[in-house]
Every structure is written in C-alpha cells, then in structure tokens.
C-alpha cells in the first residue's frame, strides 16, 4: 500500500526566504506526483505536475523535483511571500487511477 | 477556467438522515472523484468515477454510495449519517488516461456536520 509522507508538519519562515518542502513514498510505481496548494477552509489548486518520466517542473518562483528511485519529491518556493502561507500537499497517482495524499505541511510565512 | 462546483459550503445534519453531495463540473471530464478530509489523515479516496454509471471503491467506502448518471455531475450519499462522518468533502474531476492522469481540479468542499 503506498503511503506518502511530508515532512515538516508546520513551517514558519521569515518573508523573502528560499525554502524547500519534502514529500516521500513507498512505492515507486507512480505514473506521476502531484503538488497542490490549499488555503484554509478552501479546495485545492494544482501548483505543478510531474510525470514520471520527467525529473522537475517549474512554474514561476516553483521548482518542483522527482526522484523515483528514491521515493522522494521536494518543492522549491523562491522569495517567499506572505501571499505563500498555506497548506502544500503532495499526491502520487499509481495504477488503476488510484490517488494517494501526503497530509501536508502548513507554511506561513512572516512579513 | 475549468470549474468544479459543489453544492452546499457548510451543511448541518443529524444522525440517521439521509444526505446528498452534489458535484457538478463543467470540462467535459471523464474521471470523477469524492475525498473527505480530516486533521491528521489528510485526504482519503471514498469513491471515483470513470464514466457514467461506473464507480469504484477507493479506500474508505464504508458508509457511502455514489451516483454518476450524467457525465457532468457526481454525487456521494451518506444512506445514514453518523457523527464520525463529520468531515471536510472534496470533490475532483480529471480528463482520462490509460497511462497517466492530467492534473486532479477540486471543487470548494463541503463541510457537513452530523450532530
């Protein structure tokens, strides 16, 4: 059963610093990995999707990585803003559709 | 803008009643799913859907059914609310994919209490 991890749970940096988030799972025959965006009480947005044959994706001050091998993805948030405080979740898509979730890492970042 | 609606934000109800979900989507998507969400279990698959009338199990369906009559619209069923099926709803459309999935689009959540 895959299983997907994130670590830390809850991170406070201060405004216009570059941190990394950490996502990692059991299974590596995934077909892709997902990172979302979650603000409180809301849905979730799709920030960058990764295939598995790819390695990163970047959109804007977002750097996404997948290593397969390892089990590992990281996020890459550059400048950080206040506008960046929320919840980043990690999904990994495996076979027959099946979607499974990390439980996330709260960020805020202070002005 | 691909959008996913869901059609209540906060419901309140009590033990025994009988609730429905509605999920409605607007890009012609094949896939279909329902996600509750809790603190410290993050999202969890009750059910999806691949095509209309086809559903199947994700890891927690116990409690639930689904219904996909039209392609556009997916709805969860609680036949008998319980209070520990208090939670977070999410619902999420995708466009199909024998070897991948495109990128999951979630509606707002409905946050249903079952007093």
């Known amino acids: 059963k895959q299983e997907v991890t994130q670590i830390p749970a809850a991170l406070s940096v201060p405004e216009g610093e570059n941190l990394v988030l950490n996502c990692s799972f059991t299974?590596?025959?995934?077909?892709?990995l997902q990172w979302f965006r979650q603000d409180p009480g809301k849905g979730l947005t799709s920030l960058l999707l990764?295939?598995?044959?790819?390695r990163e994706q970047t959109s804007g001050r977002l750097n996404a990585s997948l290593d397969k091998s390892s089990g590992r993805s990281t996020l890459y948030i550059a400048a950080s803003q206040p506008g960046d405080s929320a919840t980043y979740l990690c999904?990994?898509?495996?076979?027959?559709?099946?979607?499974?979730f990390g439980t996330g890492t709260k960020l805020q970042v202070i002005p | 803008d691909v959008k996913v609606t869901q059609s209540s934000r906060y419901l309140v109800k009590r033990t025994g009643e009988k609730v429905f979900l509605e999920c409605v989507q607007d890009?012609?998507?094949?896939?279909m799913f329902w996600y509750r969400q809790d603190p410290g279990l993050g999202l969890r698959l009750i059910y999806f859907?691949?095509?209309?009338?086809?559903?199947e199990k994700g890891d927690i369906p116990e409690g639930y059914s689904v219904s996909r009559e039209k392609k556009e619209r997916f709805s969860l069923i609680l036949e008998s609310a319980s209070t520990n099926q208090t939670s977070m709803y999410l619902c999420?459309?995708?466009?199909?994919?024998?070897?991948?999935?495109?990128?999951?689009?979630f509606g707002p959540g409905t946050r249903l209490t079952v007093l």
């Open positions: 890009m012609d998507h094949e896939n």
């Open positions: 999420a459309s995708s466009r199909f994919s024998r070897t991948s999935t495109d990128t999951q689009y």
């Open positions: 299974d590596s025959a995934i077909y892709n």
């Open positions: 999904a990994v898509l495996g076979g027959y559709q099946k979607v499974t």
């Open positions: 859907s691949y095509d209309v009338k086809m559903k």
């Open positions: 990764i295939q598995s044959s790819q």
